[in-house]
């Protein structure tokens, strides 16, 4: 099963934007993420201006909280991009990235997630709300069957 996700949320290097697309077989979770972080323009010095990351992350997932949502964990590692202060002072560098996530079993699949990424020039720490697009048959949307007539 393949499904991807456009997500906005919010962390310690501002506003932020994501796309993602994950690969689920046999309860294992790979993941790819993409995303563009960003301040309103009034930070300088060592803060970051503007963080953008790629990553690739593996993990397991499975059914949870009743039964009717899905949660997985994963880990891996990423590039991260950006600059800090003013646009000269650009940096490039890799990082270790982690992130937990929920997909509501109720269409449309929401998915909220908490997403980090250590790394020397900006680590973050961010949350993220995404709308799912794809097929999960993992989650069970459809209501129980009834008999029809009751049975004596």
Known sequence: MTFGGLGIGVGSAGFMAQMDLTRVK??????????????????????????????????RGRICCGGSDWGSYALGGGIVTGWKGNESDDFTTIGFAGELMLVTGKIPHIAPSLLVNLNPEAPFAAVNVAILIGRMPFISTASPRRRPFPVR
């Open 26 to 59: 046999n309860n294992r979770a790979y993941r790819a993420r993409w995303n563009i972080m960003g301040h309103d323009g009034y930070y300088s010095g060592t803060s970051a201006s503007q963080v953008s990351e790629f990553s690739v992350l593996a993990g």
